[in-house]
């Protein structure tokens, strides 16, 4: 683990704790610098990081304010939902329920930028957190990047970090549709919960370093188990990630 991700840990904690309360602000880079024996770069660098989860507040050339004291995944970073796990401290698992190639959709075509009808990878995943079942992924893959992902074994953590190891792929852009959806019976059984009970549907679409589409997908979080908030301010509006209350 680099210096800059372990001072960031220490300062993450001592937030959750409560050592650094909300609307307070952060020591300066020169008290960090000094308490944590590192340069202030390593300092500023650790602080862009928690900046990014939105704990602390973004504005340059002033102490940082606290905005708050859960963990949470800045969504104007693309990470897995493996990355965004372990940048919690929870262990992420999964495995494959189905994978098959077929014939894709009108709709799969056109967020994938392909013609209608041709071959695309259909994946279903179930991913838990410590454990626990928290999601359903269904994700379409492009024709080009099937065979690699047919490779991954399939109960690899992260596809996302797989991919870029094994064929130099990185995902660098990614939208985001969210709303609520009630919980078929499939579903149900996989996350634990009463058929008709609200889960929380996110549909992405991510490509590549240059624009290609790679995988569409629609993803059903269990009620409870993440949460996405915004934090509105005059220069940006961040969407986040962050883990839901315990039920």
């Not at 240059?210 to 961040?238: H, K, L, Q, W």
């Amino acid at each position: 683990m680099a210096r800059y991700e372990q001072i960031a840990g220490d300062l993450r904690d001592a937030i959750v704790r409560g050592d650094y309360p909300i609307g307070g602000r952060l020591p300066s880079e020169a008290d960090l610098a000094l308490r944590h024996s590192a340069s202030r770069g390593t300092v500023r660098q650790a602080v862009a990081l928690l900046a990014a989860e939105g704990l602390v507040g973004s504005r340059q050339g002033a102490r940082r304010i606290v905005l708050g004291s859960e963990r949470s995944q800045s969504f104007t970073e693309l990470h897995s939902f493996a990355q965004w796990a372990r940048s919690m401290g929870y262990r992420a698992s999964g495995s494959v329920l189905s994978s098959r190639r077929r014939p894709c959709s009108p709709a799969e075509a056109v967020r994938l930028s392909v013609e209608p009808g041709e071959e695309v990878l259909d994946v279903r995943r179930l991913r838990r957190l410590d454990g626990e079942p928290v999601l359903v992924e269904h994700t379409v893959y492009a024709g080009w990047i099937a065979p690699a992902v047919e490779r991954l074994d399939p109960e690899c953590e992260s596809v996302t970090q797989e991919l870029y190891e094994s064929v130099g792929l990185v995902f660098a852009y990614g939208e985001h549709l969210i709303d609520a959806v009630a919980a078929g019976a499939g579903d149900a059984r996989l996350l634990g919960v009463r058929r008709g009970s609200p889960l929380l549907r996110q549909r992405r679409t991510t490509t590549s370093q240059e624009g290609r589409p790679v995988e569409c997908s629609d993803d059903r979080y269990r009620a409870g188990s993440v949460t996405f908030s915004i934090r509105n301010s005059t220069a940006a509006n961040p969407l986040v990630r962050r883990a839901g209350e315990p039920g």
